[in-house]
């Protein structure tokens, strides 16, 4: 799902969302388990992730819906709009991300049943960290497809 305005992001610190979909598609194209997703490019801004399941859950009622997040989400996952009612719902599964603070993640989302953590390797590798080479030009070959690569260096993004 590609979001056009996180509410905890600021616009200005966000890439078109036009292109940040394309690479989203470009990283995907050759699994057909994937689709990238533009649902939220038609719905009120900021994107709410409550409404957005709302909607796909009305437009496809035959699909069961998961989240997917770092563990950096949890320490702020209290904040989001309606969690209760997103948790009641939707599993979350939960990647390891490196250097999340486990104290500041509240007791009722660390123990709580949708919420899953996914016995993966640990990658000390972020879109910060992408984006923050990009700008100091060194090289994310390997980091991202090569078709997102191309795209990123063909239009200049994050220069």
């Known amino acids: ?27 995907v194209e050759d699994n057909f388990d994937l689709r990238a997703c533009n649902a939220e490019f038609s719905m009120p801004k900021p994107s709410y992730t409550i409404n957005t399941l709302t909607y796909l859950n009305e437009r ?22 309606n969690v209760d009612e997103i948790l009641k719902h939707t599993p979350v599964l939960v990647y390891p991300r ?22 993966a390797p640990l990658l000390d590798i972020s879109a910060t960290f992408i984006r923050q ?6 090289s994310v070959k390997y980091l991202v497809p090569d078709s997102v690569e191309e795209y990123i260096t063909s239009r200049k993004l994050y220069l």
């Open 98 to 119: 490196p250097n999340v603070a486990e104290e500041k993640i509240r007791d009722e989302i660390r123990n709580h049943p949708q919420i899953q953590h996914v016995d």
């Open 1 to 27: 799902m590609v979001s056009p305005q996180n509410p905890f992001k600021r616009q200005k610190s966000l890439l078109n969302e036009i292109d940040r979909l394309q690479m989203v598609e470009l990283a």
């Open 133 to 138: 080479g990009i700008q100091n030009g060194i």
């Open 60 to 81: 496809y009622p035959q699909h069961q819906f998961s989240l997917i997040a770092g563990s950096d989400v949890l320490t702020h996952l209290h904040r989001w709009k």
